[in-house]
């Protein structure tokens, strides 16, 4: 082995009042941060389209705001008598309220609460086999979703009017809410058909003498928008259901009278509809009647009531065009409509897509806690067998390697932990260029079997691999600057390697700084999602990762793939793929734990989970041949990489999914069901977690923070890995960014595995 040459003193302090030049590290960390900060927005913009998306769907799917029409007794004093009493067209031409009637012997065909993809192409289909118009009030939030029965209702010489955008009862909305049903759905019709229009029918409204006060003011001021609304003379109560017979005597007026009539192609299952409308207009052809629209209607009759005749806005007067109340949409308004049906389209694609990924998600998410609860169990009785053993007790010294860049809080509680070892062990302290005296602390300590090697700054992996090279022994094991072991630690982790099939050991690193609300979280995290998942793999045989706060290695086996690899920023979990693919073993060893000191703020953890979560890719990239090779390596290639790909990537990406939809259906479906599913989900995770204490003998006490844990610290963890794969996906590069250490966690007392509370 050839010893490489070790600068003989570090860099020399900067002069007093001198500001310090970066470097190089820091200064590549600065350009990171710049160069990432695009692909931050990018990641935001993504989540805020996909919150978009969602929150269109849920209002064209839904009644937002309630619908509160349910009223007994309403006074009607406000409303003119002639209104009470008129006809069921009623207009405000000059600000007056005026009302027409249907001629004798006509029908106003009107249908409600389309269109509905189902029903209303029979309704159009039935309306042109017999050349009998309609007249449709249409539901913008339908009409948006479904733009192409509209263009084909208006072509075939049908006329349309508006029914809000959301289907609410306007007589207890706000004006703003009224104005924005209103113009919403009109924007709908201009997307649609290119078209906008003067009538409207209000949904839950009858006939003309159930106005009360709450709905005419709605009324009084719609007119004076130019509004036509549209009542009924004839109901044929066919949402009843209550048979096609009964659908046709109820829609039939008495002595001959015109009437508007209402049937409805949407809102429920319309068979006995589409079955009764054939039979309703032969039978009314037969009596004589003609069928016509209501612009036709308003055209063939004077007006009665209060003003001065004349039709609704736009209306010609002579009857020649059964569409009068139709205005082509043009400028901001049809540009705006065609947005909001392309929007909806959008949409209309999305959620379905994603509903079908939430199953497949929710599947996973499942599959893997009851595959970790069954195997954690298993290997858990496996490797506390009494007669269980790895061979010959692993006795002999071990050289341990601590790589330290500016660890100056950290690396005297670190060395005093590893003096206290109970196995025979050297130290190598790898000093990587450290500018704030971490060498000399080190050095200045006087413990036994301490060695400093001086390095200048080249990273983690460098200092790693010198170390490599330093030690005398053939078993090394490598740590963090910021961890303390426990006394038993490095024997309890060195002990698989009395396997001569086992290449490397990973131990249990553990939460020190967990008496924070952050430490608390990542301490849930630590235990259910990291430990929990090791006795997974290492049962499989795929053990994807081997900590960086602990784990031992042959120095034989590091040497063979070349050592620590700078090809990626987890130099971790690719030495450890590149172990399995040269044929070694690779366990976990639950009693060898390590206290290390986790991420104390939100930037500082992004930072540290956006690393990892961009290395691993980096490493399942870097390793995608393994896919296609025979023995260790295949096998991890064929069971861990598509383990860690499912449950580290791809499940976490869509695991949002989850959240999104428990908050879409609060709002918009059904709040008890949805918040009964994600009490039951959170359930299961707390058995999990609950399982996972037990076993690393952890206190109960910190489950507490976990609902609070799903609420928020979970979807900063999504943000970081969608950060991560836009990262991956535009080709960006990562830089190592060094975290700010507090010195905090100590040796915790004895080897209970309590920790230090």
């Not at 409600?112 to 249409?138: A, C, N, S």
């Not at 263009?151 to 009224?178: I, P």
């Not at 009494?386 to 100056?408: D, Q």
């Not at 791809?650 to 709040?671: E, K, N, R």
């Amino acid at each position: 082995m050839t010893t490489p040459t070790t600068p003989s003193t570090p860099p020399n302090p900067p002069a007093r009042g001198r500001r310090r030049a970066p470097s190089r590290m820091e200064r590549a960390a600065g350009r990171a941060a710049a160069l990432q900060r695009p692909r931050v927005l990018l990641a935001l913009l993504l989540l805020l389209a996909l919150t978009c998306v969602m929150l269109l769907d849920g209002y064209l799917r839904a009644e937002v705001g309630g619908d509160q029409r349910v009223r007994t007794g309403a006074p009607a004093g406000d409303v003119p008598d002639e209104v009470l009493d008129g006809g069921p067209i009623l207009s405000f031409p000059g600000g007056q309220a005026t009302t027409v009637s249907v001629p004798d012997k006509t029908i106003v065909l009107t249908f409600d609460d389309g269109p509905d993809p189902t029903w209303t192409p029979q309704v159009l289909e039935i309306l042109e086999k017999y050349d009998v118009p309609g007249t449709f009030f249409l539901v913008g939030s339908m009409v948006s979703r479904h733009p192409g029965i509209v263009r084909d209702m208006v072509e075939q010489g049908n006329e349309v009017g508006v029914h809000t955008f959301t289907h609410v009862d306007l007589s207890y909305q706000s004006q703003a809410r009224v104005t924005r049903e209103i113009e919403q759905t009109q924007l709908a019709l201009a997307g649609a058909a290119g078209i906008t229009t003067t009538l409207l029918r209000a949904p839950y409204s009858s006939q003309t003498d159930a106005i009360d006060n709450y709905s005419w003011p709605v009324y009084e001021s719609l007119g004076e928008d130019g509004y036509t609304s549209v009542f009924v003379d004839t109901d044929s109560d066919d949402w009843k259901r209550p048979g096609v017979s009964k659908i046709v005597e109820w829609a039939t007026p008495e002595d001959g009278e015109g009437a508007s009539v209402l049937f409805h192609d949407a809102g429920g299952e319309r068979s006995q509809t589409i079955e009764a409308l054939p039979k309703y207009i032969e039978k009314m052809k037969a009596k004589g009647y003609t069928f016509t629209t209501v612009s036709g209607a308003m055209a063939d009759q004077q007006p009665t009531g209060a003003g001065p005749a004349g039709g609704a806005p736009g209306t010609t007067g002579s009857g020649d065009s059964l569409q009068a109340a139709h205005h082509a949409a043009t400028g901001a308004t049809l540009y705006e409509g065609k947005a909001l049906v392309a929007a909806v389209a959008v949409a209309e694609w999305t959620v379905p897509a994603l509903s079908v990924g939430l199953v497949i998600v929710g599947v996973a998410v499942m599959g893997r806690f009851a595959m970790m609860l069954v195997l954690a169990r298993r290997h858990h009785r496996q490797r506390n067998r009494r007669r269980f053993s790895w061979g010959p007790p692993v006795t002999g010294p071990v050289s341990v390697i601590v790589p330290a860049y500016n660890e100056k809080e950290c690396i005297e509680a670190t060395l005093r932990s590893l003096a206290r070892s109970t196995h025979p062990i050297e130290i190598v302290v790898v000093d990587d260029g450290s500018t704030d005296g971490t060498a000399e602390i080190a050095e200045s300590l006087g413990l036994p079997g301490v060695r400093v090697v001086r390095q200048a700054n080249a990273g983690k992996p460098a200092a790693l691999n010198n170390g490599v090279r330093h030690a005398r022994y053939d078993i090394v094991v490598m740590m963090d600057g910021d961890t303390v072991f426990e006394p038993d630690t490095v024997r309890h982790l060195v002990q698989p390697l009395a396997d001569p099939s086992v290449g490397a050991v990973a131990g249990n690193a553990k939460v020190g700084n967990r008496r924070t609300l952050i430490g608390a979280w990542q301490h849930i995290e630590y235990v259910m999602g990291f430990n929990l998942d090791r006795r997974m793999y290492d049962l499989l045989r795929c053990m994807p990762t081997i900590p960086g706060a602990i784990g031992a290695f042959r120095r034989e086996a590091v040497l063979q793939v070349g050592g620590m690899s700078h090809d990626t920023l987890a130099e971790d979990t690719d030495i450890t793929i590149a172990l399995h693919r040269a044929g070694w073993r690779v366990v976990y060893e639950e009693h060898a734990r390590a206290w290390t000191e986790a991420p104390g703020s939100l930037g500082q953890l992004w930072s540290q989970r956006y690393r990892w979560s961009y290395g691993t890719m980096q490493a399942l990239w870097k390793h995608r041949r393994c896919l296609t090779d025979k023995g260790p390596s295949g096998r991890f290639g064929r069971v861990g990489m598509p383990l860690v790909v499912l449950f580290q990537v791809v499940t976490p990406v869509f695991a949002p999914l989850i959240d999104v939809f428990t908050v879409y259906s609060m709002v918009f479906v059904d709040f008890r069901a949805a918040l009964l599913a994600w009490l039951a989900v959170l359930a299961v995770q707390l058995v999990c977690a609950a399982y996972a204490f037990r076993l690393d003998r952890e206190r109960y006490r910190y489950l507490l923070m976990m609902p609070l844990q799903q609420l928020a610290y979970r979807q900063m963890m999504y943000l970081v890995l969608i950060h991560s794969c836009v990262t991956a996906l535009t080709g960006g590069r990562l830089r190592w960014q060094k975290l700010k250490r507090t010195g905090e966690v100590g040796a915790p007392a004895g080897t209970t595995g309590t920790g230090t509370g």
